[in-house]
């Protein structure tokens, strides 16, 4: 129920299961990482520069499949922390820069796949929150970090009490994800974009991935984030892209970037 395609430099992962708003079970998680590495392997290579993953169908990922899990047998910590919370961090750790197109559902693990990537562009009528009330379960996948962080104690826990969703609209007025755009849009809009960064000086955004992770993780404050602004950059002066950067800059040229 996972596809991946490769071309031009993206590498497109697909959640390929409309019938079931592509909930993942184990197997699909395992699938999901196995891809994921094959295309990190890619990007080692120079072959991805970029990634792109979307759902197939109305919902991007509706969450755990639990069509067919029994509550008394449930390995709860074998799936979120044998599975699910390694396949995140490998997702987070990608070598390139990540883009998610989300539209419909977003929800538990879902919310984990937009959590774990780089930059989230959702649909107007995306649904996002915390149906676990329902289930007399609590939000997993990261979701207590990110509404947390940008929403504030009361209301994460207002969303979490009622299961409350909120849309795409919302969720990027919140400061959850990156942009929102009609549903009809967003696919065309996301690759568009995805395109043009895939052309970019790759090693240049992943110093910046790193820096980010490195700020939000460890909590550093300006000049200590500064510092190692300062170590990554002195490390990319020796690439072949920052070269042609500057050369392009001072040629009044569009740059050629080799990743």
């Known amino acids: 129920m996972i596809d991946l395609q490769i071309s031009d430099g993206i590498a497109e992962v697909v959640l390929n299961a409309p019938g079931k708003m592509n909930s993942l079970n184990e197997d699909a998680l395992r699938e999901l990482s196995e891809v994921y590495g094959r295309a990190a392997r890619a990007a080692d290579s120079g072959e991805v520069r970029a990634l792109l993953l979307r759902g197939e169908g109305r919902g991007f990922c509706a969450g755990r499949d639990i069509s067919d899990v029994d509550p008394a047998e449930d390995d709860v910590q074998g799936y979120l922390g044998g599975l699910v919370q390694p396949l995140l961090r490998r997702m987070s750790e990608f070598p390139a820069p990540t883009f998610a197109s989300v539209q419909g559902a977003c929800l538990g693990v879902g919310l984990g796949l937009a959590i774990a990537t780089d930059v989230v562009y959702v649909a107007e009528n995306a649904k996002i929150g915390s149906p676990f009330a329902n289930l007399g379960a609590t939000l997993d996948s990261g979701g207590h970090w990110l509404f947390t962080e940008r929403l504030g104690a009361h209301r994460t826990l207002d969303m979490i009490y009622t299961a409350e969703l909120i849309s795409g609209?919302?969720?990027?007025?919140?400061?959850?994800?990156?942009?929102?755009?009609?549903?009809?849009?967003?696919?065309?809009?996301?690759?568009?974009?995805?395109?043009?960064?895939?052309?970019?000086?790759?090693?240049?955004?992943?110093?910046?991935?790193?820096?980010?992770?490195?700020?939000?993780?460890?909590?550093?404050?300006?000049?200590?984030?500064?510092?190692?602004?300062?170590?990554?950059?002195?490390?990319?002066?020796?690439?072949?892209?920052?070269?042609?950067?500057?050369?392009?800059?001072?040629e009044k040229r569009k740059p050629d970037f080799k990743g």
Not at 173 to 179: H, I, K, M
Not at 196 to 212: D, E, I, M, P, Y
Request: aromatic letters at 8%; proline letters at 1%.
């Open 169 to 250: 609209v919302e969720a990027v007025r919140s400061g959850l994800f990156s942009r929102s755009m009609p549903a009809d849009d967003l696919l065309e809009t996301t690759r568009g974009i995805v395109g043009k960064v895939a052309q970019g000086a790759t090693r240049a955004f992943v110093a910046s991935k790193a820096l980010v992770a490195e700020v939000r993780d460890q909590r550093l404050g300006l000049w200590e984030s500064m510092a190692h602004e300062n170590r990554a950059q002195d490390g990319l002066c020796a690439t072949a892209d920052y070269a042609e950067g500057f050369k392009a800059f001072q």
